[in-house]
């Protein structure tokens, strides 16, 4: 089936529309929606494909806003038909994992909780807390989100500390292993004293305490326990014995009273008001807690039933099958759940049950995951009010024609112009998009040791960031890519760094479309183009305490990478003074060694191994290093 490129939405051309309806054929399957450049939007199935893609454009206003900017994006329509319902379920997970449409993220990626990342891509896999999923090789895995991040820091504290795991993401020395392998707790990673395969078993043993696997953990370690007591290999029996405490430990105080603690089984629920809904999802492993998961939707998404049955189609598609229990306590009906439960029996190979108690222990705890849910939908609307609030305040401050949704702050640093950098940061609903910021070195070369010019560096910053929306393309460029174009540009400074900034703007034609002021530190005055006198405000006020944030944001990213390029710069002014070592020939040294330690503790041989250094020039380095 072919593809249309540089198409023209289908709702607004509504006989091709209604053509493409009426070859769809009304049997289950999947179907891809495209837009005009062939890019997957949204992968979705249905037991009755036709009817379902008809109900997108009847009436778009009854969906989110964000469904409806996908709809307004479809240029083409394709399907695959299957013989079953369950069929079509595995064939969209697949698909969906395999292709990632942007509009099939049902979940919203809350950067608030955390997720553990396991780094399976890599020979020895890393162990880390992160809050950015779907991101890196797609063979590391992610578990999460997790609502307790002091519980999961912990958790992760002691599994260092009982199971030998690489501490750190770079080794500490080049030809020797740090203290932690004298200490047990790092088995050489590093210098490679331990294999792949060996080191992945230890891993192994880590994952089952993330997938809740924690009593099968403990239940295989007191039999190794048992077995090198009887080989009378007591290191060996003791180190398992205190895995085991450390363990039993760990999960001591997560009992959940319920009467038949022996099945393993997960318990979800949700809070909605009118536009958002929390979902937490509470697993429970052999009677204990072992984790509890939050999720956010969409309200206006479906029915509750219907947003329960995604997550858990999203969630389950992500874990391994071992993962799924043998119960799934849920809070409603789901509308296909005979289709979730045979993919879920298909994906662990056993009978999964999928439940919605009505009374009892079963019922209570459901009501415990919906109070959870209940309380931190309360909570994050109440941040999410504060932000609203703010925004509101300083549309109205800055006579701005809507809330602005985007905003960019802007710093400069430098030590009288020396390693002069800019920061970038991006605020989205007022909330830091970390996702978004950015670094810059400032090239100019009148900005040197000794003469720093703000007024130049902002001004070579905001033409290099707004440089592909010049000429005539601006608006071609905002429609490809409205969610990059800032609502508001905030400029760290005074009148002089706004007229800078404003300069660039007029010469670029984008004055009119870069709404830009100001905030001056000492007085924090707010300023506008072509305005001599800063706004009358208050600095207390909560428009003026969001620019501030955003204002100290941009401060703190700027010094950060200032200070990061003044330590490079230290490490390589060492170099420097070593004759016939050359800028590219210090990057390859400190690219190969990492640090001036490592370099100054390298053999004449380890030297030589760098591409580009010769052995009269590793001559020359080493005798810099080793005087005499």
Known sequence: MTVATERKPLIKNSELLENRL????????????????????YIGKSKKLRSRIRSYFRDTKRFSDRIAMMIYQVAEIEFIVTDTE??????????????????????????KYPYVCITWSEDYPRIFITRKRRSGNEKDRYYGP????????????????????RQRPKPLFKDRPCLNYDLGRCPGVCQALISPEDYRKT????????????????????????????????EQAAR?????????????DQKVSLPDDTISRDAIALAADGQHCCIQLFQIRAGRLVGRLVFFADAQSGTPGAILQRVLEEHYRTVEPVEIPAEILVQYELPE?????????????????????????KAELIEMVERNARYELERTQRISDRNNQALQDLASVLDLPDIPKRIEGYDISHIQGSNAVASQV????????????????????????????????MAEVIRRRFRKYANNSTEEEISQNPEDFPDLVMIDGGKGQLSAV????????????????????????????????????????????????????AHRFAVSFHRQQRLKQGRRSRLEEIPGLGFNRQKQLLAHFHSIDYIREASLKQLMEVPGIGASLAQEIYNYFHPG
């Open 337 to 361: 759940e005979e289709i979730l439960t045979d993919w879920l029996r298909q994906q662990k190979g056993r009978k999964v049950s999928l439940v919605v108690p009505q009374r009892q222990t």
């Open 240 to 252: 398992c014995r205190d895995q085991i405490k450390a363990l039993n430990a760990l999960t001591a």
């Open 22 to 41: 009426k070859e769809i054929p009304t049997e289950a399957g999947i179907y891809f929606m495209r837009d005009r450049h062939g890019d997957i939007l």
């Open 86 to 111: 369950a069929e079509a379920l595995a064939l969209e997970a697949n698909l969906i994992k395999q292709h990632q449409p942007y509009y099939n993220v049902l979940l919203k990626d809350d950067k």
């Open 502 to 553: 404003v300069g660039v703007l007029q010469e670029m034609n984008l004055l009119e479309d870069v709404r830009v002021v100001s905030l001056a530190k000492q007085r924090e005055e707010i300023f506008l183009p072509g305005e001599s006198e800063p706004l009358l405000t208050d600095p207390e006020q909560p428009g003026v305490q969001l620019l501030r944030r955003v204002r100290d944001e």
């Open 426 to 457: 991006v605020f989205i609903d007022g909330i830091p998009a970390k996702q978004h910021y950015r670094h810059y070195k400032i090239k100019n070369p009148t900005v040197t040791i000794g003469h720093s010019d703000d007024f130049a560096s």
């Open 146 to 165: 997790y609502v307790d991040t002091g519980l999961l820091r912990y958790t992760l504290h002691i599994i260092k500390r009982i199971f030998p795991l």
């Open 203 to 234: 891993v192994q043993k880590v994952v089952m305490v993330f997938q809740g696997r924690t009593e099968e953990l403990v239940n295989i370690l007191q039999s190794h326990m048992e077995k090198a007591a009887e080989e009378l290999n007591f």
